[in-house]
């Protein structure tokens, strides 16, 4: 049955690997009392592999065809959710109307320090394993990248440090509660 309970906005938490997009929105979604989803975990279940597997055996092309199939499908579920999506997903132009479908962005931005930090013993993120330079050469190169990109798609951004857990997930659940249910973007 469909969960009417919830009034407020759903929430979709973008930002890099290691911007805490996941643990801050598990404790987000038992704040408001609404799922918690993930792109990423979407994925690797419907697949049946881990993300590093899909970039190995399928390559990266098609692990972003997969991520727009799955929040194209986000964009239509109905009832309150809290979402978090892959780090690249937002890059994609046909993602970005999708994401706003689907709920009120939230961009969580944190320092290169901070994630070059969070980040130093990731085994399960291949970018981070692949081409040239050091952990810290790699996350600025597409951070600078990508930072236009996350900006353009967030309707908020929320910098996740120099706070508390708590602090932070507060902040993104009175932000959710605070915005109406909107109607979806024109054209999506
Ligand atoms: C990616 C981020 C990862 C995962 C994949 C690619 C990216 O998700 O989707 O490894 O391109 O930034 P997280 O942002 O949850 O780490």
Partial sequence: MKDTSYQGRNIVLIGFMGAGKTSLGKAVSKMLGVPFLDTDELIEQSEGMTISEIFEKKGEVCFRSLETETVRALADREGGFVLSVGGGLPLREENRPLLHKAGCVV??????????????DDTKRPLLHQGEGTLREKIARILAQREPLYLEAADVVVVNEHKTFREA????????????????????
């Fill in 169 to 188: 997930a507060e902040e993104v659940a009175a932000l959710a509660q605070a915005l109406p249910k909107a109607d979806p973007p024109e054209g999506v």
């Fill in 107 to 120: 961009y969580l931005q944190v320092s290169i320090d901070t994630l070059e930090k969070r980040l130093g």
